[in-house]
């Protein structure tokens, strides 16, 4: 407990820190927050696609139905 309450109290000491390590320090708390916000978000599947045919491949520009009808 001694050593929490050192610490603690060398905590308040002025210390300089530099710009370089410090732009490091935004940098790999905003990549973290991205891989938290992956991880912890609801959205395991997302289907960005209009899947408007029946088979639901989305594939209507190829031409398998024109051959169908002949």
């Known amino acids: 407990m001694e050593k929490l309450k ?3 109290t060398s905590l308040d000491e002025d210390t300089q820190v530099n710009r ?3 732009l ?3 940098i790999t708390a905003v990549l973290a927050g991205f891989v938290i916000g992956f991880l ?7 289907t960005i696609a209009s899947n408007n045919e029946n088979n639901g491949n989305g594939n ?5 139905e024109e051959d ?3």
Request: cysteine-free; hydrophobic content about 40%; overall charge negative.
């Open 6 to 8: 050192e610490f603690w």
């Open 40 to 46: 912890v978000s609801p959205f395991r599947s997302i």
């Open 68 to 70: 169908e009808d002949e």
């Open 60 to 64: 209507s520009a190829s031409g398998d």
């Open 20 to 22: 370089k390590l410090f």
């Open 24 to 26: 490091f320090e935004i």
